[in-house]
């Protein structure tokens, strides 16, 4: 069933069907029965404006909760119960793989975005993608969403990750102190927030590209004013990349 999304509630206060409306605790129910189904959440998210509120507040975070225990709270470890840039988009970007398209981002060739069964988020390597001078920032990263054989652009990968409270982190401090210019027409696909360029402010460490398995020079990433990271990557052949990993 294919719904549409009304950006107004189409329940009034007049509203009859009001008295007879499902509480919250009645759908916190139901989608822990069916385990935080995203899809289903973001199926409810387009009935009204109550719902998606709904869904915003309350079952994108427990999907995050359910989906990366260990991450989410190591996320909310600083004191605050909100994560930047909102649940719904911390939940897509654990699910969804963002491509790019021609002429975008990465000014590369089109490669459709899609969801992801499972991804591996790390700390450990977040550590890869940071200056020496950034490493005491908590940053987790994906493993690359490979994408073989595209023509001249060879083995692509994509890789996506998040900042814990990123609005005091030292790479904000530094993009800033930088005077780094924020992208002047694309937008993060998980929150739509503003990007930075890190290749653009010289930040991508010669660690990334031996964490990702790619080629030096062929890196790119951006963070937006929320945290979110994503970024683009050739991929070396198996076996140069093997070599990479042991000289990390």
Known sequence: MILTKQFRCIHSASCQCTKGHLSENVLFLVFHKLNWNPRLIAALSCVCKWFDDFAKRVLWKEFCRTRAPKMMLDLQSGGSHSVDGNWRALGKL????????KGGLFNSIHIPGHFVYQ????????????LPKCRTDVLYVSDPCEHLDQGEEGDIGFFRGVFKSF??????????????????????????????????????????????????????????????????????????????????
């Open 94 to 101: 654990l699910l969804y793989c963002s491509g790019c398209k």
């Open 119 to 130: 991804t591996r988020f790390s700390r450990t390597s977040g550590k890869s993608f940071l």
């Open 167 to 248: 609005a005091t982190s030292k790479v904000r401090k530094m993009l800033i102190k930088k005077g780094a210019k924020l992208h002047p027409r694309e937008v993060c696909p998980y929150c739509k927030a503003k990007l930075w360029s890190m290749l653009q402010a010289k930040m991508i460490p010669q660690s990334a590209s031996c964490r990702l398995g790619s080629y030096e020079d062929c890196v790119e990433y951006y963070v937006c004013l929320n945290g979110h990271m994503l970024g683009i990557c050739t991929l070396l052949p198996l076996s140069d990349s093997e070599e990479a990993t042991g000289l990390e």
